[in-house]
Each structure stands twice: as C-alpha cells, then as structure tokens.
C-alpha cells in the first residue's frame, strides 16, 4: 500500500556547516526531527551529507537532505514546506529571521495564490528560495 508520494529533496549547498545550522533552527518544527551528518571517509570521492528525516526507526520517513558542492548555484527553485496554521507559519517565520534567512518577505496572506493562502518566503545563507505556508483549502487534483 502506497502511503506517501513524497520521498525526500536533495539540496546542494556551498557551505555544510553553515547551512545544517540554519536549517536545525526550523525544520524540526516542520517535522523533520532526526538528523544524521554523514562524511565520506578519508580519500574516497564521496560527498558530505547532513540528513533531516521526519520519522525514524520502522516508520517511511520523508527526508531534507543537504548536499555540500562548492559551485552550487542558486535559481528559481522554490520549495514550499506545509504548516499546519498561520500561527505556525509565524513561528516558523521568527525562526527563520533568528537563524539569518535573507530576503524574508511576510508571513501574510497571498490572494494572488489562492483565497486565504498565508505565507512566509525567504531565502537560505546560499540563495536557494524556500516558503513555509498554509492554505485554508488546500489543492485537490479534478
């Protein structure tokens, strides 16, 4: 039985350290609780991983993970995390501020959406474009 359609995002990042920190700071607020920072080992080619996973143990567990590369750059990719509530989207919002987000614009309703479509955008310390947001109705396929 097929119980998710979502399996994981793998985002590059320049810098490891920095972005694990800025991502700890809010993600486990969306869930995503357990995490796992994974180096290669010494002369493998392989690359350094910081895992954020939203379950643990026997349980499917959707994952954010971060991938360091030097020559990552940003673009028009957004990714949009689900929140519960507006006050959970403010929550996360202050969060986020806290943790040095750049370019933050709202939390706030964004009819240009949809009705009642409250958000918060901003980017992370390597200019990849994220969202926290909530739609009191949310999307269902025709």
Known sequence: MRTRLFDHIDLRVKNMESAAKFY???????????????????????????????AGNDKPSEFF???EDKSQQPNGTRIAFWADTHNKVDKIAELVRKAGGKNPEGPGIEPEYSPEYYAFFFEDPDGNKLEICCRANPVIAE
Not at 24 to 31: E, N, S, V
Not at 44 to 52: C, D, I, L, N, V
Request: charged residues 10%; proline residues 12%.
């Open 24 to 54: 700890a700071a809010f993600l486990p607020q969306l869930g995503f609780v357990h995490q796992k920072h994974e180096v290669p080992p010494p002369g493998s080619a392989g690359e350094t991983f910081h895992t954020f996973y939203s």
């Open 65 to 67: 993970g971060l991938t």
